[in-house]
T-cell receptor, first 110, second 116 residues
Framework: AQRVTQPEKLLSVFKGAPVELKCNYS??????LFWYVQYSRQRLQLLLR??SRESIKGFTADLNKGETSFHLKKPFAQEEDSAMYYC????????????FGTGTKLQVIP | DADVTQTPRNRITKTGKRIMLECSQT?????MYWYRQDPGLGLRLIYY???????NKGEISDGYSVSRQAQAKFSLSLESAIPNQTALYFC???????????????FGPGTRLTVL
């Protein structure tokens, strides 16, 4: 079954510390993965997708097929990074659906 | 994104009542989705529609129905609300990506529904 696992419900880090939000997936095909973010009082929005291989707001995420992981990383956390982060996996089939993980709340302590 | 709106934003209702949540978009997207968000469970797909004549069940469609009145409107109904349908409901839209691939979803602000 296709599944996305985010093991941490809450991750607290100090400002300036490195951040790593974990995401593991199970999928038999070629995965396409994303990170969505929801800031306080804002809408859920796409942060980045692995095929773009880009850095957004200092965040990067590398797809590791061997470890079936897509961890989100940032070298130096900022207070404005505090938000809810969701990892998502594109499902196979013609309808282009995604399945979301349970989310990790990132709290950056000043 | 103000292009995707949901009404109402908050609703409290009683068990057994019929409730309709509405979603409108001005983005011109063909694809629309309804999700519910529960603490510890993340977002789960209820229904999705890839055009006006295409409606599909998601992973948790039991107890819900939808109507795609137009390209811009996608309504979610709870025919007989029950307390475990208390949740935050999100509508989302997307367009077809390059070569038919995935394109990002744009979310509405959410509707907080409480069923007593």
């Amino acid at each position: 079954a296709q599944r996305v696992t985010q093991p941490e419900k809450l991750l607290s880090v100090f400002k300036g510390a490195p951040v790593e939000l974990k995401c593991n997936y199970s999928y038999s095909g070629s995965p396409e993965l994303f990170w969505y973010v929801q800031y306080s009082r804002q809408r859920l929005q796409l942060l980045l997708r692995h095929i773009s291989r880009e850095s957004i707001k200092g965040f990067t995420a590398d797809l590791n097929k061997g470890e079936t992981s897509f961890h989100l990383k940032k070298p130096f956390a900022q207070e404005e990074d505090s938000a809810m982060y969701y990892c998502a996996l594109l499902l196979s089939g013609g309808y282009q659906k995604v399945t979301f993980g349970t989310g990790t709340k990132l709290q950056v302590i000043p | 994104d103000a292009d995707v709106t949901q009404t109402p934003r908050n609703r409290i209702t009683k068990t057994g009542k019929r409730i309709m949540l509405e979603c409108s978009q001005t983005k011109g997207h063909d694809r629309m989705y309804w999700y519910r968000q529960d603490p510890g469970l993340g977002l789960r797909l209820i229904y999705y529609s890839f055009d006006v004549k295409d409606i599909n069940k998601g992973e948790i469609s039991d107890g819900y129905s939808v109507s795609r009145q137009a390209q811009a409107k996608f309504s979610l109904s709870l025919e007989s609300a029950i307390p475990n349908q208390t949740a935050l409901y999100f509508c989302a839209t997307s367009d077809l990506g390059l070569a038919g691939g995935y394109n990002e979803q744009f979310f509405g602000p959410g509707t907080r529904l409480t069923v007593l």
